[in-house]
């Protein structure tokens, strides 16, 4: 079976992944996009996400906090804010940041002229990094 050779890195950890792999699923701005060997090239801002890499007969996710993708057709690379690996990603941090960002957003929504002070736009980016570290976890967030 064809594969295209996957590399993440960050600035902070440097590369975090690099495999030759049979297929990546992520979500870009536009939507969801599923790479596969000998892709056209792309260039695309990446979201929050939980990305779904398919090697030999199985799969792994990786927390992606957003960033950019290249794709030419022998080589993805990701250079993203931060990426984990689901053994790296506390589950416990993970929901308090999810609660803690869910409960800005409701105050916020309640009455936006009171709460001036809250950051909606900081606050939903925090929801969508929390949700996608647990959807890594395989932890439901309701």
Partial sequence: MA?????????????????????????????????????ANLLTELIPNAMRIKEGGGETQLFISGGFMEVTPEKITILAD????????????????YKRAEERITTY?????????????????????AKARLLVKGVPTG
């Fill in 3 to 39: 594969t295209i050779l996957l590399e993440v890195a960050t600035p902070d950890k440097g590369e975090v992944y690099a495999k030759d792999i049979n297929m990546l699923i992520t979500r870009s701005i536009d939507g969801e996009l599923g790479i596969l060997p000998k892709h």
């Fill in 82 to 97: 931060a990426a984990e690996a689901p053994d790296d990603i506390d589950v416990e941090r993970a929901k308090n940041a």
């Fill in 109 to 129: 929504k309640s009455a936006p002229k009171n709460h001036e002070e809250i950051d909606i736009d900081r606050a939903e980016a925090a929801l969508a990094r």
